[in-house]
Nanobody
Framework: QVQLVDSGGDLVQPGGSLRLSCAAS????????MRWYRQAPGKQRELVAT???????NYADSVKGRFTISRDNAKNTVYLQMNSLKPEDTAVYYC?????????WGQGTQVTVSS
């Protein structure tokens, strides 16, 4: 059974930092491309960051220079380090694993940036 468990969301002040984690089980983690998406209230889900099996990363323009995606294949975990957080980063963040036709989602973790 495939399971992705997202964690690390919290309430943080503007300019603060958070690290999100996504622990995977039931998949051969190292071969999957891992992604973080987010969805703010009333908006469509958007792709935030991607890391492929080789470690190549890509970011949405809105988070470049502030967010860093990384993976630890020994722990079957992907991370999203978020720095210099802004109120517009407020959203539910979802982990996604993708390999060919296999596509799985975490349950989401709430990030709220507010003073």
């Amino acid at each position: 059974q495939v399971q992705l468990v997202d964690s690390g969301g919290d309430l943080v002040q503007p300019g603060g930092s958070l690290r999100l984690s996504c622990a995977a089980s039931g998949i051969i983690f190292s071969i999957y491309t891992m992604r973080w998406y987010r969805q703010a209230p009333g908006k469509q889900r958007e792709l935030v960051a991607t890391i492929n099996s080789g470690g190549t990363t890509n970011y949405a323009d809105s988070v470049k220079g502030r967010f860093t995606i990384s993976r630890d294949n020994a722990k079957n975990t992907v991370y999203l380090q978020m720095n210099s957080l802004k109120p517009e980063d407020t959203a539910v963040y979802y982990c996604n694993s993708y390999f060919r036709s296999y596509n799985h989602w975490g349950q989401g973790t709430q990030v709220t940036v507010s003073s």
